[in-house]
């Protein structure tokens, strides 16, 4: 019950929580305000780049953390570590997703289709596709310590792959020049001026934001797991009751009455 | 261990896998008939076209990644079906048995991809331009597909559907190397510069030897769970 107790919210955290809502509200009106860039097919559409940028930027960190996080897991067997790891790769998905319904949009109001087949966009799809691999791997098995340890793994074989379609499929020689997309913008130093400022309060606000969800995520998890661990309940999160354990279950006859003692008032659920 | 030590347990396991596939030749004809079938496949479709050779050699990676999916994993799962696996683990060491499960993978990847590859060239009638770069790309792609896809066969055994779901988080995984095997296949077949298709090549057999330096690694941490 302690532990329930402290994730009642503070007075701090409140207001933490309404100062984090109002520079939020300010930076969107602030990115409304800088100019429009006249080279884009549509001018005020250039302003997606706020909200797009960050999310491949946060995707890829933690990817990297997932895997750091599943690492660790496997060399302390600690299923807080594993935790982290799905709390980091959860919301990794839930950026690559962002990435890429931002990058649709754009592509259909700078580039005129809603697919380009352009690599980068091909490369961003392929991480996504890792990343389904993970929780497709994830939920295929039913005990937790090998659900953790086997996608633990899989974290770790997938960074290698990941990191060069992030990182060094765009700018192959080859293929840098056949992508519309830009791949220096930031280190050539493209943007600038109110773009750049606006630019860097919605990364950070992103990143705050991102950190704040992970906590929340492990937290939930590690109630989860502390049901788990001490009551043996099955949990939304995926765990199952741990073997050998005799869960009495009510057996009712047709009429909806409680079956006679002797004829099996109760069953067991699990093998001894 | 001593190497000798390391050589005579890879070689056993090595042994005990083609000795399995000499009794029951699974790999060889689910991969084979697999990339066979593709291959025909695209006669049909393309019938009355000549290939480019980025084309042809993009369709050619496709049969590669698909019958090696289908094939590889199959050296995990087959041990948890019979039931030596537990015996294996009581028995050997896990980088030993990665590593001789890898080697035979890439075996049976290579006699399968030069197989399809000969059929390929032959049908679409196709020349190749640099023979050596040719083999440099298939035989580092044998050995990224068998180091990459051994590990999720390894990763996905003990699950349920396990060879649909083997195949299912292999292929995100050996993507780059079908970026790195095309491009140096197109130049092969002739088109574009000979050093960006060495330097592809170079990438294949770089991925092939992290993924088989770093696979048992990670299957050593998990074998046991």
């Keep these: 019950m302690e532990t329930l107790k402290s994730a009642q919210p503070t007075p701090g955290s409140s207001a933490l929580r309404l100062l984090f809502a109002l520079v939020t509200g300010f930076v969107i009106l602030w990115s409304f305000g800088v100019n429009e860039v006249p080279t884009f097919q549509q001018p005020e559409l250039a302003r997606i780049l706020f909200w797009h940028l960050p999310c491949p930027i946060i995707a890829s960190v933690l990817l990297g953390l997932g895997a750091y996080q599943s690492w660790l897991y496997l060399r302390t067997e600690d299923l807080r570590r594993d935790l982290k790891a799905i709390a980091a790769l959860e919301l990794g998905m839930l950026f690559s997703i962002m990435t890429m319904a931002s990058g649709i949009v ?56 990941a990191m060069f379609l992030i990182y060094v499929f765009p700018r192959l020689p080859n293929i840098e020049g056949a992508s519309l997309h830009p791949t220096q913008s930031i280190m050539s130093g493209q943007i600038r001026g109110s773009y750049a400022q606006v630019l860097t309060a919605t990364i950070t606000l992103t990143s705050i934001l991102t950190v704040w969800v992970y906590r929340i995520r492990i937290r939930v998890g590690e109630l989860e797991l502390q049901a788990h661990e001490s009551l043996g309940l099955e949990t939304p999160g995926g765990g199952a009751a741990p073997h050998r354990v005799v869960r009495p279950v009510r057996v009712l006859d047709a009429g909806g009455n409680q079956a006679a003692k002797g004829s099996g008032s109760t069953d067991t659920a699990g093998q001894g | ?129 640099y023979p050596g770069l040719m083999v440099a790309s298939v035989l580092g792609g044998g050995l990224a597909l068998s180091g990459a896809v051994t590990l999720c066969g390894a990763l996905a055994a003990r699950a349920a559907s396990r060879q649909a779901l083997a195949g299912a988080i292999a292929l995100p995984l050996v993507i780059p190397v079908a970026v790195w095997g095309v491009t140096s296949l197109r130049v092969a077949l002739g088109e574009s510069g000979y050093e960006v298709g060495r330097g592809a090549a170079v990438g294949l057999i770089a991925y092939g030897v992290a993924s088989n330096a770093v696979g048992p690694y990670i299957y050593a941490a998990l074998w046991k769970r």
């Design chain 1, 106 to 161: 754009f592509s259909r109001a700078q580039w005129g289709s809603w697919w380009q087949n352009d690599p980068r966009q091909t490369s961003f799809l392929l991480v996504l596709m890792i990343y389904a691999g993970y929780f497709v791997l994830r939920g295929a098995y039913a005990e937790r310590v090998r659900k953790a340890s086997m996608s633990a793994g899989y974290a770790l074989a997938a960074i290698l792959p």
């Design chain 2, 1 to 129: 261990m001593t190497p000798a030590q390391w050589r005579r347990q890879i070689g056993a396991m090595l042994r005990k896998e083609i000795r399995s596939e000499i009794r029951s030749p699974h790999g060889l004809l689910t991969g084979g008939l697999f990339g066979l079938l593709s291959v025909v496949a695209i006669m049909f479709a393309a019938f009355n076209m000549r290939l480019t050779p980025t084309l042809a050699a993009g369709l050619l990676w496709v049969i590669f990644l698909f019958s090696g999916v289908a094939a590889i994993p199959r050296s995990f799962i087959g041990e948890e079906e019979n039931g030596t696996a537990d015996l294996l683990r009581v028995t050997a060491n896990p980088f030993s048995v990665f590593w001789g499960k890898s080697i035979f993978n890439a075996a049976l990847t290579l006699i399968t991809a030069a197989v399809l590859t000969g059929l390929f060239l032959v049908v679409m009638n196709l020349q190749v331009a």
